[in-house]
């Protein structure tokens, strides 16, 4: 916990000590307002993510950064051995992609600035690549579903001018990396709607219709 704040432990352990307090029925199971499966940490798990310290960290690195904060941290909040929260809380850290006031475009700047990809692009601007890489992160965390890139909020990311992005998108679009699926509705404030396309060649990311996304590390 070298790097660790003051600031930081002082978060974590508010919103470790919430959740002991007021634990969930069960930590091993529980279920959303509509019916599907959620865990009973998920929100815990996306209120420490909001810390800028725990944000980036992988499961197999934050658990043992909560139980260095708070060593009995594990069995305060209901599981039946370390072994066994250790274990949930791992996998639950890991499938958590978004911060509890974190946007997802957010969050994919965030983890394209710590897991960059390398493209197979004919462009050699940092500024398409780094567009790239948030698109794809972006794509990894809505999974099938579409995605937005506003081009004004991208600009504002990337230092760059609104019509700059329009053309960089424009570009990625001829590359095969994005698939439009619906144009930008300016007057009604609704930005463009995309799918990210692309499949793994070794270590580089290569467009393709095929649309399989490698699941991050």
Request: aromatic share 10%.
């Amino acid at each position: 916990m070298a790097n660790l704040s003051a600031e930081s432990i002082s978060y974590v352990e508010t919103v470790l000590q919430r959740y002991i307090d007021d634990p969930p029925d069960d930590p091993r199971c529980g279920a959303s307002t509509d019916g599907d499966y959620k865990h009973p940490y998920w929100d815990m798990v996306r209120e420490l993510k909001d810390d800028s310290y725990m944000a980036p960290l992988r499961g197999y690195v934050a658990i043992p950064t909560l139980i260095q904060i708070r060593p009995n941290v594990l069995t305060e909040l209901g599981y039946d051995s370390p072994e066994e929260g250790f274990d949930d809380l791992e996998m639950l850290w890991d499938t958590v992609m978004l911060g509890a006031s974190e946007s997802p475009l957010a969050a994919a700047v965030r983890m394209a600035d710590l897991y960059p990809m390398t493209f197979q692009t004919r462009r050699a601007s940092a500024v398409y690549g780094r567009l790239l890489n948030i698109a794809y992160h972006l794509q990894v965390m809505r999974g099938a579903a579409y995605i937005s890139l506003p081009v004004v909020r991208m600009g504002e990311i990337l230092g760059v001018s609104p019509m700059h992005i329009s053309r960089l998108l424009a570009f990625a679009r001829a590359e095969g990396f994005l698939r439009p699926l619906e144009k930008a509705h300016h007057f009604q404030r609704m930005a463009a709607k995309f799918r990210f396309h692309c499949w793994l060649d070794g270590d580089v990311v290569a467009p393709g219709v095929a649309g399989r996304i490698k699941t991050l590390p």
